[in-house]
């Protein structure tokens, strides 16, 4: 079956800017995670989403990042006015259930690129 | 917080050889513990994950792990590395008791096999 997809692959920019990135998760996962992973680091927790609503959001790392899930499948990860620093691959992942004990599949990222 | 710190961010291994890769834990509570690996324009992978079922636990592809909550440790090994296991490999942390099951990585170890 398909796995977790996210698209665009890549994204280029500029400071300022305004950028949507999209994840498709594994169907039926009712669990739908973000992260970064910037350059030389591991990812980094952004939001958890269990079916439409974040149940954690503790990771996003100001107000300019925002995240969607309107139908509990598809979301999206919103970034306003971008700046150099949110350059990293944006990582999705989606889990049967928020349960510890079930896998987090992940997707093969979005690498974005401010200049 | 929980956290993991891998040592050494470039592990280099003849082909044959033993694999190590050194992982360990801070924790509050129990701790689910996880090894992730990541290749080259691919989305991360689970290699294997410690539950409290067992304390050795194995994984695809030949690698193994061994909880040791004296040491606070959770080290992969593999008994003969092959060229296809050059990698980048993520150690990976969740917190049993939290509402969401998200996960705090390492900074990462990258594997090379030489022959």
């Keep these: 079956g398909a796995g977790v997809s996210q698209t665009p692959s890549n994204k280029v920019t500029e400071k300022g800017k305004y950028v949507e990135l999209r994840c498709d998760p594994i169907s039926g996962h ?22 439409t609503g974040a149940a954690d959001d ?29 350059s990293a691959v944006y ?25 | 917080a929980q956290s993991v710190t891998q040592l050494g961010s470039h592990v280099s291994v003849s082909e044959g050889a033993l694999v190590l890769l050194r992982c360990n834990y801070s924790s509050s509570v129990p701790p689910y513990l996880f090894w992730y690996v990541q ?10 994950k410690y539950t409290s079922a067992a304390t050795l636990v194995k994984g695809i592809n ?7 909550k004296s040491e606070t440790s959770f080290h992969l090994t593999k008994p003969s590395a092959h060229m296809s296991d050059a990698a980048e490999y993520f150690c990976a ?21 030489t022959l």
């Design chain 2, 93 to 113: 942390v969740s917190e049993r008791t939290g509402t969401a099951s998200k996960l705090t990585f390492g900074t990462g170890t990258r594997l090379q096999v």
């Design chain 2, 39 to 48: 290749y080259p324009n691919q989305g991360l992978q689970l290699l294997l």
């Design chain 1, 58 to 86: 503790s990771g996003l790392p100001n107000d300019r990042f925002f995240a969607v899930r309107p139908e509990g499948s598809v979301s999206t990860l919103k970034i306003q006015r971008t700046e150099r620093g949110d």
């Design chain 1, 30 to 51: 009712t669990a739908l995670y973000w992260y970064r992973q910037s350059l030389g680091q591991g990812p980094e927790f952004l939001i958890y989403f269990q079916g």
């Design chain 1, 91 to 115: 990582l999705c992942a989606s889990s049967s259930s928020g349960s510890p004990l079930n896998e987090q599949f992940f997707g093969p990222g979005t690498r974005l690129t401010v200049l």
């Design chain 2, 62 to 68: 030949g690698f193994e792990a061994e909880f040791k």
